[in-house]
């Protein structure tokens, strides 16, 4: 390769002219060395000529790569076409609809930010009416008594919507008003030393006067401070609040008192805002832009602001989080500024805040919503319909060049095994025909005997995989006992079982069944496996996880196949069960002795539940048919779950062995060791079938309390058989 190198450099005028470039760059970099600045100007214009010349020879050599690389990359017809389609195709499409994304999520982000904005101008507007009521009613008092009672009335009166709202009376100097008519007693001074104050005033220390940038109309401004002390300041930066300040003057010409009103941004008022709205105020900066004054007022934390429900990945951080500026003055200068408050945005409630009226304009929003979705809706199945379609035909196309390409190699190679596969009948299609008849019926024989090997190996590798898809080793979870049993009845089976943790407290144990037996079955089941351990932790409760792992494989199950399955979830803090079944098999539940002398009934638990996976509609069916049972678990108690391969174990007969049977049995060895016991009921099974070949898997799942605590939990409330 550097042989190469050094022949393309002195055998062609593009290397020459890169040495050329390099000699002369090096000679006036020696000559700059040398003498600085006071090198000659031929040797400067010699410089530029050899970076010329570099530009020149690497814009030469990039063409020349890129050529090389075309014609490597679409050597093949196959990505000529498959290129051709998606820059002509795919690339106008995906940049259509990002536009509309992007374009939507800008509206509803600076809508967001409107509605964040006229709600913090509402707040300060409700603070300067509150000022003026309090300073009416100051003038109205002839008595200090009568002054303080006024402003502890006002101020309790409007706490109880506005937490943390203080009032204080301040002394006015200096300050002249143009002509205006009086109010009646407003030149008067309130009879009651001054500043006076009504409140905690827990956020900021109340004022004692009033800056000289408030005017005789008085003022309604938002005002920033610092809660954070000075270790935490050094550590994590500032934790800015906001209050709604509001200044109410009398009426005269030379006010010699003012009403200061404080209405705090509080977390009430912030829960307010997103109940409201669906917005979340999250953390306030002043550090925006260099204009910014900084907020020099220094308070304390009225309440503890709740985290920012938005999570910290880059998607949901792109979707969710915006920031707004919000105008604030600083309260002794008088400057003003911007605040920069982070929002946590909920795009769906702000879109229906912001989309749907009532009456008719809800209906016609909500069928013109419905249109825009069946409108893009269909756009993407027109646009997968094309990618798949443009994927075909291209596959079709080429695929017969291919084939017959490698054929041709292969004899060139004298192997005689290689069989072209015929993709279509057409000419191509005969041709590749006509070449496997050339190859003979021993080719063809070995191509088999090969394929069946390969077959075999895989599904061994299938069953191992499988079986290790399946929790292994011991089961250990506190406060429980576990155990399981799973036997496929081919290579391959479609019985599941799991056992997660859904929280610190909270377990999940997971049954499914999927239809039919095999190779099918068993995909369908790995499948069930990543979406529930992916949903597990989204939905606690068992009803709404059978539900979103419902609407997930309802789209990707085919028309002949669906799923049963149970799911319940041990509070372990509680000792209670929640329990949903979709088309499963009943749960049994077998009560711990006690130490009575009757042991408690065995009890057959049967929510009502449709199985997973069918098309029967949107799934509104299977949502209203779910039920979800509650049941409190005391020490003792045994749970049992299994598959329709344990309870229709056909005998000699066609006799089923049956639940109740099976619930009859685990009642009666209720006290024994779970690992012996889901031994015995197996070979109880087994022995009913009396050596009839096992038509179905056989899956099974014991679980047992061992402490005894107190149960809180309900008692069930779905049918109950007993056994």
């Not at 994304?101 to 707040?123: D, F, I, K, S």
């Not at 809660?227 to 300041?233: G, I, M, P, S």
Request: proline share 5%; glycine share 8%; charged share 20%.
């Amino acid at each position: 390769m550097v042989a190469g190198a050094a022949q393309w450099l002195r055998h062609t005028f593009a290397g020459r002219l890169l040495i050329a470039g390099f000699v002369l760059k090096g000679l006036d970099a020696l000559v700059a060395a040398a003498m600085g600045e006071a090198r000659p100007a031929v040797v400067s214009f010699l410089g530029a000529c050899g970076t010329l010349l570099l530009i020149l020879v690497g814009g030469y050599v990039l063409a020349r790569g890129l050529g090389w690389t075309r014609r490597r990359l679409l050597w093949r017809v196959r990505r000529k076409l498959i290129l051709s389609y998606v820059f002509v195709g795919l690339v106008p499409s995906l940049l259509i609809l990002a536009f509309f994304v992007l374009a939507g999520l800008l509206l509803v982000r600076n809508v967001a930010g409107y509605m964040v904005l006229t709600r913090l101008e509402a707040q300060t507007a409700q603070a300067r009416f509150l000022a003026q009521t309090v300073l009416l009613d100051v003038q109205r008092a002839t008595t200090a008594d009568a002054v303080r009672d006024t402003l502890e009335r006002q101020q309790a009166s409007a706490s109880a919507r506005y937490p943390f709202l203080s009032i204080a009376l301040v002394p006015v100097r200096d300050v002249a008003c143009p002509p205006a008519l009086l109010a009646a007693n407003a030149g008067r001074t309130p009879p009651v030393p001054l500043p006076a104050t009504a409140g905690d005033w827990a956020h900021l220390p109340a004022p004692s006067s009033l800056p000289a940038w408030v005017k005789c109309e008085g003022a309604g401004q938002l005002v920033a401070y610092d809660v954070a002390d000075d270790a935490t300041r050094e550590a994590s930066g500032r934790d800015i609040r906001m209050v709604a300040r509001a200044v109410a003057l009398p009426a005269t010409r030379t006010p010699t008192w003012a009403v200061v009103l404080d209405l705090p941004i509080s977390t009430v008022v912030e829960r307010r805002l997103q109940d409201d709205t669906g917005i979340q105020i999250g953390r306030i900066t002043d550090v925006l832009t260099d204009e910014t004054p900084e907020v020099t007022a220094r308070g304390a934390a009225l309440d503890v602001r709740p985290p920012s429900t938005t999570g910290d990945g880059l998607i949901d951080q792109l979707l969710r989080r915006w920031i707004v500026l919000v105008p604030h003055v600083e309260w002794l200068s008088g400057r003003s500024g911007d605040l920069g408050v982070y929002l946590s945005l909920h795009l769906v409630d702000i879109y229906r805040r912001i989309a749907f009226g009532t009456g008719l304009g809800s209906a016609v929003s909500g069928v013109l919503l419905a249109v825009l979705m069946a409108v893009g809706v269909l756009f993407l199945i027109i646009q997968l319909v094309a990618l798949l379609l443009g994927l075909t035909l291209a596959r079709q196309i080429t695929g017969a060049v291919h084939d017959l390409f490698t054929g041709t190699e292969h004899l060139r190679n004298q192997d005689f095994t290689h069989v072209i596969p015929v993709r279509a009948r057409d000419q191509l299609g005969e041709l590749a025909e006509s070449f496997n008849v050339m190859t003979g019926e021993i080719t063809r024989l070995l191509s088999d005997v090969k394929q069946k090997e390969r077959l075999e190996q895989e599904f061994a590798t299938a069953r191992d995989i499988q079986m290790k898809l399946l929790p292994r080793g011991p089961i250990a979870v506190p406060g429980l006992t576990i155990s399981a049993y799973c036997e496929p009845a081919r290579e391959v089976g479609g019985d599941y079982y799991d056992v997660f943790p859904v929280s610190d407290r909270v377990v999940g144990f997971l049954i499914a069944d999927v239809s039919g037996k095999g190779v099918g079955a068993g995909l369908y089941m790995a499948q069930l496996k990543g979406l529930v351990l992916s949903l597990a932790r989204l939905h606690p409760s068992p009803r709404d996880l059978l539900m979103a792992v419902n609407r997930v494989l309802v789209d990707h199950l085919d028309g002949r196949s669906f799923i049963t399955m149970s799911y319940l979830v041990v509070d372990l803090e509680r000792n209670v069960m929640t329990y949903a079944r979709a088309g499963h098999c009943p749960l049994i539940l077998v009560p711990g002795s006690r130490g009575l002398a009757v042991a408690p009934p065995v009890k057959v638990l049967a929510p009502d539940g449709l199985v997973v996976g069918l098309s029967l509609d949107d799934g509104t069916m299977f949502d209203s048919l779910l039920e979800e049972v509650t049941v409190p678990l005391a020490a003792g108690d045994l749970v049992v779950l299994y598959t329709d391969g344990m309870s229709e174990m056909m005998n000699a007969d066609h006799d089923c062995f049956g639940e109740a049977r099976l619930g009859e049995l685990a009642g009666l060895y209720r006290d024994m060791p779970l690992d012996r016991l889901a031994d015995r009921l197996v070979g109880d099974v087994r022995a009913f079938g009396a050596g009839e070949a096992q038509h179905d898997d056989m899956t099974m799942l014991l679980l047992r309390v061992d402490a005894a605590v107190t149960i809180v939990a309900a008692e069930a409330n779905a049918p109950e058989v007993e056994a």
